[in-house]
């Protein structure tokens, strides 16, 4: 990627990022945030990755809140044992723990799931929230760059080995859930399926919108492969907004500045970036429905040709092949 194609995807992704900010800015001079009800879940099992800090930390305290028993999923131990007592002591739910997962590695993911598995425990809600943004320019243990490599395919490879338990979790009235995070970035997203690893020029701008795009592409093809082979499981994304958390030590100067002064006015808090996670997880009102792309706790439009399931079965096709696993649209030749 030349210079000039580098600074236009940083401009696109600041300017997204601008129109969020602007916007939640005007609603809460107009009011700000009004936190939502959620129905409490006694019974069901939740994993969400990336569960240690930031939204991912505030997703697990709701979730443990509501009654769920919630397995953190991260890559660093020591603070997930120091989470799990911090949030075991604040919501006394006592079904609450971590496991090692470094979804920069498809190995690490392969025994999360296998020992997962070994706790012979349902699985009701998957949520794919840890992720990388901006990030230098490095490779992930498998060869992947990194925003593509952990963001996308991590949580792809992680989803895939835990369908067949999401399925049987999954029942008429009371189905399994998927929730998948992205970010506004993605309408500025490029998706370049000869170079999905950014060979030929990195952007870290474009390959952090690229992967936030990838999800989205997966999420929606995830759905109608759901659909079509049956099971009482539905995935989603969701987009939590611009939330004030430690991801933006990579991005320009000016935006971390801005963050400092304003922050408590421009960004949302953890806890409000959880909510549409939440939300995805447990809103009766989703029960049975899938493939949607949910902002501020409603459904609204992605970007147009995240719709084209013809590109949606491309990077499928194409992820399916990176992680070794089988396509279950029936390509074997993915196996």
């Excluded at 992720?131 to 992680?158: A, C, I, K, S």
């Excluded at 999954?170 to 370049?192: I, M």
């Excluded at 009766?284 to 439009?301: A, F, I, M, S």
Aim: glycine share 10%; charged share 20%; hydrophobic share 40%.
């Amino acid at each position: 990627m030349s210079p000039l194609s580098a600074a236009r995807a940083a401009l696109r992704v600041y300017a997204a990022g601008a129109a969020v900010i602007l916007a939640q800015l005007l609603r809460r001079c107009l009011g700000g945030f009004t936190e939502p009800v959620f129905p409490r879940q006694p019974g069901r099992v939740a994993i969400v990755t990336g569960g240690t800090e930031g939204i991912g930390l505030a997703t697990s305290k709701r979730l443990a809140l509501l009654g769920m028993h919630v397995i953190i999923a991260g890559n660093d131990s020591a603070k997930g044992r120091q989470v799990v007592r911090k949030i075991k002591a604040e919501t006394g739910n006592q079904e609450v723990e971590f496991a090692y997962c470094d979804l920069a590695s498809m190995r690490s993911v392969r025994e999360f799931v296998l020992k997962f598995q070994e706790k012979k425990l349902p699985l009701h809600v998957l949520v794919n929230n840890a992720g990388v943004m901006m990030v230098p320019q490095r490779e992930t243990e498998d060869g992947f760059e990194e925003h593509f490599g952990l963001n996308y395919l991590g949580h792809f490879l992680l989803t895939n080995l835990l369908l067949d338990t999401l399925r049987r979790s999954g029942r008429p009235g009371r189905e399994a859930r998927v929730v998948t995070l992205s970010s506004a970035t993605h309408y500025v997203g490029e998706l370049d399926l000869d170079d999905l690893q950014s060979r030929n020029g990195y952007s870290p701008h474009g390959a952090y919108a690229q992967s936030k795009l990838a999800l989205v592409l997966f999420t929606y093809h995830l759905q109608a492969l759901l659909a079509a082979q049956g099971g009482h499981v539905t995935a989603n994304v969701a987009d939590p907004g611009v939330v004030n958390t430690d991801l933006y030590r990579h991005v320009f100067w000016g935006t971390r500045l801005v963050k400092k002064l304003f922050g408590r006015w421009f960004f949302k808090t953890p806890d409000e970036g959880a909510w549409t996670s939440v939300y995805a997880a447990v809103a009766p009102e989703l029960e049975g429905v899938g493939g949607r792309y949910l902002y501020n706790e409603r459904e609204t439009r992605s970007l147009a040709l995240t719709y084209d399931p013809h590109l949606q079965h491309q990077l499928w096709a194409r992820s399916c092949r990176m992680t070794g696993i089988r396509d279950r649209t029936g390509d074997t030749s993915s196996e």
